[in-house]
Protein backbone atom coordinates (compact mmCIF):
# COMPACT_ATOMS: atom_id res chain seq x y z
CA UNK A 1 0.00 0.00 0.00
CA UNK A 2 1.19 3.88 -0.91
CA UNK A 3 0.86 6.89 1.08
CA UNK A 4 -1.18 7.06 3.60
CA UNK A 5 -2.70 9.88 5.25
CA UNK A 6 -4.29 9.66 8.85
CA UNK A 7 -6.92 12.12 11.16
CA UNK A 8 -8.41 12.13 14.05
CA UNK A 9 -11.09 9.55 14.74
CA UNK A 10 -9.44 7.73 11.96
CA UNK A 11 -10.71 3.96 11.98
CA UNK A 12 -8.57 1.25 13.54
CA UNK A 13 -6.41 0.17 11.28
CA UNK A 14 -3.34 -2.37 11.52
CA UNK A 15 -1.07 -2.51 9.15
CA UNK A 16 2.69 -3.18 8.18
CA UNK A 17 5.64 -0.15 7.80
CA UNK A 18 7.56 0.03 3.98
CA UNK A 19 10.37 2.38 4.27
CA UNK A 20 9.38 5.77 4.07
CA UNK A 21 9.05 9.29 5.46
CA UNK A 22 6.58 9.63 8.51
CA UNK A 23 5.58 13.41 8.94
CA UNK A 24 4.06 14.29 12.13
CA UNK A 25 1.85 17.27 12.58
CA UNK A 26 1.11 19.00 15.44
CA UNK A 27 -1.96 20.72 16.89
CA UNK A 28 -0.42 24.30 16.73
CA UNK A 29 0.92 23.93 12.84
CA UNK A 30 4.40 22.73 13.39
CA UNK A 31 5.68 19.61 11.67
CA UNK A 32 8.04 17.38 12.21
CA UNK A 33 9.25 14.84 9.54
CA UNK A 34 11.05 10.91 10.68
CA UNK A 35 12.36 7.69 8.21
CA UNK A 36 10.72 4.65 9.55
CA UNK A 37 11.48 1.33 7.94
CA UNK A 38 9.76 -2.13 8.65
CA UNK A 39 7.85 -3.11 11.94
CA UNK A 40 3.96 -2.06 12.39
CA UNK A 41 1.43 0.85 12.55
CA UNK A 42 -1.61 0.54 14.67
CA UNK A 43 -4.36 3.04 14.35
CA UNK A 44 -7.02 3.61 17.69
CA UNK A 45 -9.53 6.41 16.85
CA UNK A 46 -7.69 8.87 19.59
CA UNK A 47 -3.68 7.53 19.41
CA UNK A 48 -1.55 6.18 16.10
CA UNK A 49 1.26 3.80 17.70
CA UNK A 50 4.50 3.46 14.92
CA UNK A 51 6.10 0.74 15.65
CA UNK A 52 8.94 0.95 13.65
CA UNK A 53 12.26 -1.56 13.33
CA UNK A 54 14.11 1.52 12.07
CA UNK A 55 13.56 4.92 12.74
CA UNK A 56 15.34 8.02 12.44
CA UNK A 57 15.14 12.02 12.83
CA UNK A 58 15.56 13.37 9.32
CA UNK A 59 17.97 15.88 10.42
CA UNK A 60 19.59 12.67 11.26
CA UNK A 61 19.85 10.96 7.83
CA UNK A 62 23.37 10.98 6.54
CA UNK A 63 22.93 12.27 2.91
CA UNK A 64 26.10 11.02 1.15
CA UNK A 65 25.59 7.26 2.76
CA UNK A 66 21.70 7.08 2.01
CA UNK A 67 23.26 8.53 -1.89
CA UNK A 68 26.15 5.86 -1.62
CA UNK A 69 23.90 2.96 -0.42
CA UNK A 70 21.49 3.53 -3.28
CA UNK A 71 24.07 3.60 -5.97
CA UNK A 72 25.60 0.43 -4.48
CA UNK A 73 22.36 -1.58 -4.08
CA UNK A 74 21.90 -0.31 -8.02
CA UNK A 75 25.00 -1.49 -8.75
CA UNK A 76 24.93 -4.92 -7.38
CA UNK A 77 21.55 -5.11 -9.21
CA UNK A 78 22.89 -4.22 -12.51
CA UNK A 79 26.37 -6.27 -12.01
CA UNK A 80 24.81 -9.49 -10.30
CA UNK A 81 27.59 -9.88 -8.54
CA UNK A 82 28.75 -13.89 -8.01
CA UNK A 83 27.08 -14.15 -4.58
CA UNK A 84 23.88 -12.15 -5.22
CA UNK A 85 20.91 -12.16 -3.55
CA UNK A 86 18.25 -10.37 -5.41
CA UNK A 87 15.65 -9.48 -2.49
CA UNK A 88 18.03 -8.14 -0.59
CA UNK A 89 19.73 -5.76 -2.75
CA UNK A 90 15.81 -4.98 -3.73
CA UNK A 91 15.55 -4.38 -0.31
CA UNK A 92 18.54 -2.40 0.62
CA UNK A 93 17.74 -0.13 -2.66
CA UNK A 94 14.10 0.34 -1.44
CA UNK A 95 15.58 1.45 2.01
CA UNK A 96 18.16 3.95 0.69
CA UNK A 97 15.74 5.47 -1.80
CA UNK A 98 12.95 5.93 0.88
CA UNK A 99 15.88 7.79 2.71
CA UNK A 100 16.50 10.38 0.14
CA UNK A 101 12.78 10.30 -0.50
CA UNK A 102 12.47 11.36 3.43
CA UNK A 103 15.40 14.29 2.87
CA UNK A 104 13.32 16.03 0.07
CA UNK A 105 10.24 15.94 2.35
CA UNK A 106 12.39 17.82 4.61
CA UNK A 107 13.84 20.28 2.36
CA UNK A 108 10.17 21.03 0.89
CA UNK A 109 9.19 21.71 4.16
CA UNK A 110 11.97 23.94 4.77
CA UNK A 111 11.03 26.45 1.73
CA UNK B 1 32.61 2.04 40.92
CA UNK B 2 33.05 0.12 38.23
CA UNK B 3 29.88 -1.86 39.51
CA UNK B 4 28.29 1.76 39.90
CA UNK B 5 29.72 2.92 36.42
CA UNK B 6 28.20 -0.63 35.14
CA UNK B 7 24.95 -0.32 36.74
CA UNK B 8 23.99 3.25 35.19
CA UNK B 9 24.90 2.01 32.33
CA UNK B 10 22.60 -1.06 32.28
CA UNK B 11 19.98 1.32 33.64
CA UNK B 12 20.39 3.21 30.45
CA UNK B 13 19.79 0.46 28.26
CA UNK B 14 16.94 -0.79 29.92
CA UNK B 15 14.98 2.93 29.88
CA UNK B 16 16.13 3.08 26.43
CA UNK B 17 14.08 -0.34 25.37
CA UNK B 18 10.91 0.71 27.56
CA UNK B 19 8.98 2.68 25.42
CA UNK B 20 9.21 0.41 22.27
CA UNK B 21 8.10 -2.48 24.85
CA UNK B 22 5.56 -0.37 26.74
CA UNK B 23 4.16 0.58 23.23
CA UNK B 24 3.84 -2.72 21.93
CA UNK B 25 1.84 -4.10 25.07
CA UNK B 26 -0.49 -1.54 24.66
CA UNK B 27 -0.78 -2.46 21.03
CA UNK B 28 -1.73 -5.90 21.94
CA UNK B 29 -3.96 -5.15 24.75
CA UNK B 30 -6.11 -3.27 21.61
CA UNK B 31 -5.48 -6.00 19.46
CA UNK B 32 -6.97 -8.76 22.02
CA UNK B 33 -9.71 -6.42 22.52
CA UNK B 34 -10.66 -6.17 19.48
CA UNK B 35 -13.49 -8.44 17.69
CA UNK B 36 -11.92 -10.10 14.70
CA UNK B 37 -12.91 -11.88 12.30
CA UNK B 38 -10.05 -14.25 11.88
CA UNK B 39 -8.84 -15.10 15.58
CA UNK B 40 -5.10 -16.59 15.51
CA UNK B 41 -4.13 -19.22 17.61
CA UNK B 42 -1.91 -17.00 19.62
CA UNK B 43 -5.42 -15.35 20.56
CA UNK B 44 -7.09 -18.71 21.48
CA UNK B 45 -7.18 -20.04 24.98
CA UNK B 46 -7.21 -23.41 25.41
CA UNK B 47 -7.58 -26.09 28.18
CA UNK B 48 -3.77 -25.93 30.29
CA UNK B 49 -2.07 -29.27 29.40
CA UNK B 50 1.36 -27.54 29.47
CA UNK B 51 2.91 -24.50 30.30
CA UNK B 52 6.17 -22.95 28.45
CA UNK B 53 8.51 -21.09 30.48
CA UNK B 54 10.80 -18.33 29.67
CA UNK B 55 13.40 -18.07 32.40
CA UNK B 56 15.59 -15.14 32.60
CA UNK B 57 19.13 -15.10 34.60
CA UNK B 58 22.37 -13.94 34.39
CA UNK B 59 25.46 -15.72 33.14
CA UNK B 60 27.74 -14.38 36.51
CA UNK B 61 26.90 -15.06 39.87
CA UNK B 62 28.45 -12.61 42.50
CA UNK B 63 25.09 -11.07 42.92
CA UNK B 64 23.60 -12.04 45.88
CA UNK B 65 20.57 -13.98 46.06
CA UNK B 66 19.23 -12.89 42.53
CA UNK B 67 19.07 -16.20 40.44
CA UNK B 68 18.53 -18.02 43.99
CA UNK B 69 15.65 -16.31 44.37
CA UNK B 70 14.21 -16.43 40.76
CA UNK B 71 14.63 -20.27 40.96
CA UNK B 72 13.26 -20.78 44.17
CA UNK B 73 10.35 -18.84 42.73
CA UNK B 74 10.56 -20.85 39.82
CA UNK B 75 10.88 -24.50 41.34
CA UNK B 76 8.05 -23.59 43.68
CA UNK B 77 5.50 -22.66 40.59
CA UNK B 78 6.87 -25.73 38.54
CA UNK B 79 5.66 -28.22 41.52
CA UNK B 80 2.10 -26.15 42.34
CA UNK B 81 1.55 -27.28 38.45
CA UNK B 82 2.96 -30.92 38.58
CA UNK B 83 0.29 -31.70 41.65
CA UNK B 84 -2.74 -29.71 39.00
CA UNK B 85 -1.21 -32.84 36.47
CA UNK B 86 0.22 -29.48 34.16
CA UNK B 87 3.52 -30.21 32.34
CA UNK B 88 6.21 -27.55 32.04
CA UNK B 89 8.61 -27.10 29.31
CA UNK B 90 11.21 -24.31 29.81
CA UNK B 91 13.40 -22.18 27.57
CA UNK B 92 16.84 -20.37 29.59
CA UNK B 93 18.36 -17.73 29.01
CA UNK B 94 21.74 -17.41 31.45
CA UNK B 95 24.10 -19.63 32.25
CA UNK B 96 22.92 -19.82 35.87
CA UNK B 97 19.86 -21.16 35.13
CA UNK B 98 21.17 -23.68 32.39
CA UNK B 99 23.26 -25.00 35.84
CA UNK B 100 20.51 -25.30 37.75
CA UNK B 101 18.84 -27.42 36.16
CA UNK B 102 21.72 -29.09 34.36
CA UNK B 103 21.58 -30.87 38.13
CA UNK B 104 18.02 -30.68 39.30
CA UNK B 105 16.94 -32.01 35.54
CA UNK B 106 13.57 -30.28 33.97
CA UNK B 107 11.98 -30.41 30.17
CA UNK B 108 15.11 -27.70 28.41
CA UNK B 109 13.99 -27.16 25.23
CA UNK B 110 16.21 -24.08 24.66
CA UNK B 111 19.15 -22.76 26.67
CA UNK B 112 20.77 -19.42 25.60
CA UNK B 113 24.27 -18.54 27.05
CA UNK B 114 26.64 -15.67 26.61
CA UNK B 115 24.18 -12.69 26.40
CA UNK B 116 26.61 -10.34 27.49
CA UNK B 117 26.21 -6.93 29.21
CA UNK B 118 24.87 -5.46 25.59
CA UNK B 119 22.33 -8.03 24.99
CA UNK B 120 21.38 -8.34 21.09
CA UNK B 121 18.03 -9.16 20.02
CA UNK B 122 19.46 -11.90 17.81
CA UNK B 123 21.15 -13.86 20.20
CA UNK B 124 17.49 -14.48 21.90
CA UNK B 125 15.47 -14.93 18.53
CA UNK B 126 16.58 -18.70 18.79
CA UNK B 127 15.20 -19.26 22.63
CA UNK B 128 12.10 -17.73 21.80
CA UNK B 129 11.20 -19.21 18.40
CA UNK B 130 11.21 -22.15 19.59
CA UNK B 131 8.69 -21.67 22.07
CA UNK B 132 5.98 -19.14 19.74
CA UNK B 133 6.52 -22.36 17.07
CA UNK B 134 5.69 -24.78 20.15
CA UNK B 135 2.54 -22.50 21.07
CA UNK B 136 1.57 -22.21 17.67
CA UNK B 137 1.74 -25.96 17.01
CA UNK B 138 -0.45 -26.61 20.37
CA UNK B 139 2.38 -28.51 22.33
CA UNK B 140 1.99 -25.49 24.72
CA UNK B 141 -1.10 -23.97 26.19
CA UNK B 142 0.33 -21.05 27.55
CA UNK B 143 3.71 -18.91 27.51
CA UNK B 144 5.10 -17.58 30.20
CA UNK B 145 8.58 -15.04 30.72
CA UNK B 146 10.06 -15.03 34.26
CA UNK B 147 12.69 -12.46 34.89
CA UNK B 148 13.49 -10.07 37.48
CA UNK B 149 11.25 -6.80 37.91
CA UNK B 150 14.22 -3.61 38.67
CA UNK B 151 12.23 -2.04 41.81
CA UNK B 152 14.79 0.10 42.68
CA UNK B 153 18.54 -0.22 43.25
CA UNK B 154 18.03 -2.68 46.37
CA UNK B 155 14.85 -4.08 45.24
CA UNK B 156 14.48 -6.69 42.77
CA UNK B 157 11.43 -9.13 42.74
CA UNK B 158 10.84 -11.99 40.23
CA UNK B 159 7.92 -11.55 38.70
CA UNK B 160 6.15 -13.94 36.26
CA UNK B 161 4.04 -12.37 33.19
CA UNK B 162 2.26 -13.97 30.50
CA UNK B 163 3.01 -13.83 26.87
CA UNK B 164 0.29 -16.00 25.04
CA UNK B 165 -2.17 -16.72 24.77
CA UNK B 166 -3.17 -12.78 24.36
CA UNK B 167 -4.76 -11.20 27.18
CA UNK B 168 -7.97 -8.71 26.50
CA UNK B 169 -6.83 -5.79 28.77
CA UNK B 170 -8.89 -2.76 30.39
CA UNK B 171 -9.08 0.61 28.44
CA UNK B 172 -11.17 2.24 25.93
CA UNK B 173 -10.99 -0.49 23.64
CA UNK B 174 -12.88 -2.72 25.58
CA UNK B 175 -16.30 -3.72 25.73
CA UNK B 176 -17.05 -1.97 22.14
CA UNK B 177 -17.73 -4.74 19.00
CA UNK B 178 -15.40 -3.56 16.14
CA UNK B 179 -12.06 -4.72 14.43
CA UNK B 180 -9.14 -3.68 12.91
CA UNK B 181 -9.03 -3.36 9.02
CA UNK B 182 -6.07 -5.07 7.95
CA UNK B 183 -3.70 -3.87 4.94
CA UNK B 184 -2.74 -6.48 3.48
CA UNK B 185 -3.63 -9.88 5.23
CA UNK B 186 -5.16 -9.94 8.96
CA UNK B 187 -3.20 -13.46 9.44
CA UNK B 188 0.55 -12.29 8.10
CA UNK B 189 -0.16 -9.08 10.08
CA UNK B 190 -1.23 -10.53 13.64
CA UNK B 191 1.05 -13.41 13.43
CA UNK B 192 4.25 -11.06 12.68
CA UNK B 193 3.32 -8.66 15.07
CA UNK B 194 2.46 -11.09 18.08
CA UNK B 195 6.16 -12.21 17.26
CA UNK B 196 7.58 -8.91 17.48
CA UNK B 197 5.67 -8.36 20.82
CA UNK B 198 6.94 -11.76 22.50
CA UNK B 199 10.47 -10.88 21.22
CA UNK B 200 10.22 -7.46 21.95
CA UNK B 201 8.93 -8.59 25.45
CA UNK B 202 11.63 -11.45 26.40
CA UNK B 203 14.22 -8.59 25.26
CA UNK B 204 13.35 -6.19 27.62
CA UNK B 205 13.33 -8.88 30.72
CA UNK B 206 16.80 -9.48 29.49
CA UNK B 207 17.92 -5.65 29.42
CA UNK B 208 16.01 -5.33 32.77
CA UNK B 209 17.79 -8.62 34.04
CA UNK B 210 20.70 -6.93 33.20
CA UNK B 211 20.41 -3.66 35.32
CA UNK B 212 18.47 -5.90 38.49
CA UNK B 213 22.40 -8.19 38.16
CA UNK B 214 24.42 -5.10 38.39
CA UNK B 215 22.14 -3.69 41.33
CA UNK B 216 22.26 -6.65 42.80
CA UNK B 217 26.11 -7.17 42.56
CA UNK B 218 27.07 -3.80 43.77
CA UNK B 219 24.91 -4.57 46.76
CA UNK B 220 26.61 -7.82 47.11
CA UNK B 221 30.11 -6.23 46.95
CA UNK B 222 29.22 -3.11 49.25
CA UNK B 223 27.85 -5.97 51.84
CA UNK B 224 30.90 -7.87 51.87
CA UNK B 225 33.00 -4.25 51.82
CA UNK B 226 31.38 -4.00 54.91
CA UNK B 227 31.60 -7.08 56.03
CA UNK B 228 35.29 -7.55 55.31
CA UNK B 229 35.74 -4.09 57.32
CA UNK B 230 33.91 -5.64 60.45
CA UNK B 231 36.56 -8.72 60.71
CA UNK B 232 39.35 -6.46 60.22
CA UNK B 233 38.32 -3.94 63.25
CA UNK B 234 37.88 -7.38 65.24
CA UNK B 235 41.38 -9.06 64.14
CA UNK B 236 42.90 -5.93 65.39
CA UNK B 237 41.63 -5.96 68.09
CA UNK B 238 42.45 -9.00 69.25
CA UNK B 239 45.85 -8.45 67.58
CA UNK B 240 46.40 -5.35 69.84
CA UNK B 241 44.86 -7.49 72.90
CA UNK B 242 47.86 -10.00 72.61
CA UNK B 243 50.28 -7.90 71.59
CA UNK B 244 49.67 -5.74 75.16
CA UNK B 245 49.50 -9.18 77.18
CA UNK B 246 52.80 -10.23 76.15
CA UNK B 247 54.25 -7.00 76.48
CA UNK B 248 52.91 -6.49 79.94
CA UNK B 249 54.25 -10.21 80.65
CA UNK B 250 57.78 -8.81 79.37
CA UNK B 251 57.70 -6.38 81.43
CA UNK B 252 56.62 -8.51 84.61
CA UNK B 253 59.31 -10.47 84.33
CA UNK B 254 62.29 -7.98 83.52
CA UNK B 255 60.70 -6.42 87.06
CA UNK B 256 60.77 -10.06 88.86
CA UNK B 257 64.47 -10.70 87.57
CA UNK B 258 65.90 -7.29 88.92
CA UNK B 259 63.99 -7.58 91.94
CA UNK B 260 65.64 -11.29 92.69
CA UNK B 261 68.97 -9.40 91.56
Redesign the interface.
Known sequence: ?GELGILPNH??????IAPGPVRLQFEDGEDDVFFASG??L?I?P?VV?V?ADTALHADDIDEAAAQGAKEQAQRDIAEHAADFDYSRAMSQLAEATARERTLAELRKRRR | MVAASKMRRTQDRMNEARPYAHRIRDVIAHLANANPEYKHVFMQTRAIKRVGYIVVTSDKGQCGGLNANLLRTLVRQMQEQQTNGIEVDLSLVGKKAAAFFRSVGGNVVAAINEVGETPELETLLGGVKVMLDAFEEGQIDRLDILSNEFVNTITQSPTFSQLLPLEPSDGDSKGRTWDYLYEPDARELVEGLVRRYVESQVYQAVVENGACEQAARMIAMKNATENAATVIDELNLIYNNARQAAITQEIAEIVGGAAAV
Open positions: MTPLLTGGFEQGTL
